[in-house]
């Protein structure tokens, strides 16, 4: 039970900080999606 | 810039919630029109109109042939898919290859295939052509019940989170899910939350950074050995990252709407053989060429060689209306070839041992990432990095 809700804070936090990432390095002039233009 | 524009993400914040409050009668038809939106937002109505035709010629088409009406309605109609796929690709490359061909023999082209511009190809009319091809087919060759009602034939043509490159969706796995909308539990919410996160850190942080080095790699006045293998390596994981992270954020999206549609990717680097590799690889649209160009053409019945070379061609040529997507796929399919061919003669060579399947992987990986050179850059700059491969010192 506990290192069931370690692992889920776990993720939770992963994925927040890969969020805070994101949001960082969010650059409004990115390239396409490559297979977009398929 | 689709799934990173500002737009796309208010237009979620709406949809998606909008959907779970929405009564289970009414999920299809906001589904619907929030798909329409979003195509006529990001396509706008030139988009729109040619793949609005094409659908509703296909609905009813596939009506008529799973009558057993008219069955050469069928050919005709997969012709016109093909040629509208055609016209808005590849009208402008024939064109210049045409007038090129031409001025080479000492004949002036006439004015009008001189002057030849076409529309603008619809936002993602590679995929809706492979959809509607693939819905045709099983109901005419695979005898599957045809769609009869056109509110799910519709959100099956534009459903939005697959619409711009797909994945591409087939018809039997998706349409059954449409008869029974509900919302996702947590159990289900979170992960596509997860995996949504996941797909843009995929593209912000991995792919666009990629880019930056592979630009200046690329801007280099020489190549030798490092440089190009360096190259290669990083643009293989730039469109791996790329599209991942897109069909991360499309599949994720779906799932939100608690629907399922299909992976494109399985660890494709992993592989130890092309074979391996292209059934990793996209795999909604490899097993869509194996299923609707390669089994039909033959496959492994008779003269295979051929058929994979067919295959892996027309592959390449999907991906783009330029000789090196052609150049790309005769490449694969020269691959796929070989090792057929090898694991015919000596099959001992494709042992599961783990010295075998390392070897296997190096030369496959290797393969593939000499494949990305010819993918990005023209063939006389991959001529340059094939030359600069050959040489190890400080290129000034």
């Given at each position: 039970m506990g290192l069931r809700w370690l692992k889920t804070i776990a993720s939770v936090l992963l994925h927040l900080l890969m969020l805070l990432a994101v949001l960082a390095l969010w650059n409004n002039t990115a390239p396409q999606f490559i297979y977009v233009a398929f | 810039?689709?799934?990173?524009?500002?737009?796309?993400?208010?237009?979620?914040?709406?949809?998606?919630?909008?959907?779970?409050?929405?009564?289970?009668?009414?999920?299809?038809?906001?589904?619907?029109?929030?798909?329409?939106?979003?195509?006529?937002?990001?396509?706008?109505?030139?988009?729109?109109?040619?793949?609005?035709?094409?659908?509703?010629?296909?609905?009813?088409?596939?009506?008529?042939?799973?009558?057993?009406?008219?069955?050469?309605?069928?050919?005709?109609?997969?012709?016109?898919?093909?040629?509208?796929?055609?016209?808005?690709?590849?009208?402008?490359?024939?064109?210049?290859?045409?007038?090129?061909?031409?001025?080479?023999?000492?004949?002036?082209?006439?004015?009008?295939?001189?002057?030849?511009?076409?529309?603008?190809?619809?936002?993602?009319?590679?995929?809706f052509t492979f959809e509607f091809v693939h819905y045709l087919y099983e109901v005419r060759v695979k005898r599957r019940e045809p769609i009869r009602n056109p509110f799910h034939f519709a959100v099956f043509a534009i459903f939005f989170p697959c619409l711009a490159a797909g994945p591409i969706k087939r018809f039997p796995d998706f349409v059954p899910q449409l008869e029974t909308l509900r919302n996702p539990s947590v159990a289900t919410a979170w992960p596509a939350v997860q995996r949504i996160i996941r797909g843009l850190f995929k593209k912000v942080c991995i792919a666009d950074l990629l880019v930056e080095y592979i630009v200046v790699f690329e801007k280099l006045p020489a190549f030798n050995a490092p440089i190009v293998i360096l190259l290669a390596v990083l643009q293989g994981f730039r469109i791996y990252y790329d599209f991942a992270g897109y069909t991360d954020i499309a599949v994720g999206m779906a799932q939100l709407l608690n629907l399922r549609v299909p992976e494109n990717f399985n660890r494709p680097y992993f592989a130890t053989t092309l074979q391996e590799f292209w059934r990793r690889w996209h795999m909604s649209l490899s097993s869509w060429i194996r299923d609707y160009i390669y089994i039909p053409l033959g496959g492994n019945r008779a003269h295979q060689a051929l058929n994979l070379l067919a295959a892996m061609i027309l592959c390449g040529l999907w991906h783009g209306a330029a000789?090196?997507?052609?150049?790309?796929?005769?490449?694969?399919?020269?691959?796929?070839?070989?090792?057929?061919?090898?694991?015919?003669?000596?099959?001992?060579?494709?042992?599961?041992?783990?010295?075998?399947?390392?070897?296997?992987?190096?030369?496959?990986?290797?393969?593939?990432?000499?494949g990305w050179l010819i993918f990005f850059y023209p063939m006389g700059t991959v001529l340059q990095m094939t030359k600069g491969l050959l040489r190890w010192g400080y290129v000034g």
């Open positions: - | 810039m689709l799934f990173l524009e500002p737009w796309f993400w208010s237009f979620a914040a709406v949809a998606v919630p909008v959907y779970w409050l929405c009564p289970r009668r009414l999920k299809l038809y906001w589904l619907l029109g929030a798909s329409a939106v979003f195509h006529y937002h990001f396509a706008g109505p030139a988009g729109m109109t040619p793949i609005i035709c094409l659908a509703i010629v296909t609905f009813f088409v596939a009506l008529a042939v799973s009558a057993g009406r008219a069955v050469w309605l069928f050919a005709a109609m997969c012709s016109t898919l093909v040629g509208a796929l055609a016209f808005y690709k590849y009208g402008t490359f024939v064109a210049q290859n045409v007038t090129t061909a031409l001025a080479a023999v000492r004949v002036s082209p006439p004015a009008w295939l001189v002057s030849w511009r076409q529309p603008a190809a619809p936002l993602g009319i590679s995929f000789w090196n997507f052609a150049a790309w796929g005769v490449y694969h399919g020269v691959g796929l070839v070989t090792e057929a061919g090898m694991r015919r003669v000596w099959p001992g060579l494709f042992g599961e041992s783990l010295a075998h399947r390392l070897v296997g992987w190096l030369i496959c990986y290797t393969y593939v990432c000499y």
